[in-house]
């Protein structure tokens, strides 16, 4: 499971690398939640909520149906 999560960040990290924020894996749960790290620009930023939620979960659940949610560490 790691190595397709893992495989789908990398996808969409360079949309989010682009904007001068990044991505990084931090936990997958026995329950398939998928915990991240928001770092450089999107550490602060408004829209990281967004991004998380309507991007990130977003593609990940499309592409591993098995994921339940996308969460961010704090």
Known sequence: MQE???AVLS???PS???DGGDVE???ISEDN???VKLKG???GCPMAE??????????MKHEIPE?????AAH
């Open 50 to 59: 967004l991004t998380l939620k309507a991007g990130i979960e977003r593609i």
């Open 4 to 6: 397709r999560v893992e």
């Open 11 to 13: 996808k969409i990290r």
């Open 33 to 35: 939640i998928v915990t």
């Open 41 to 43: 620009a999107c550490v």
């Open 25 to 27: 894996l931090v936990d």
């Open 67 to 71: 994921i339940v949610a996308v969460e």
């Open 16 to 18: 989010i690398q682009a």
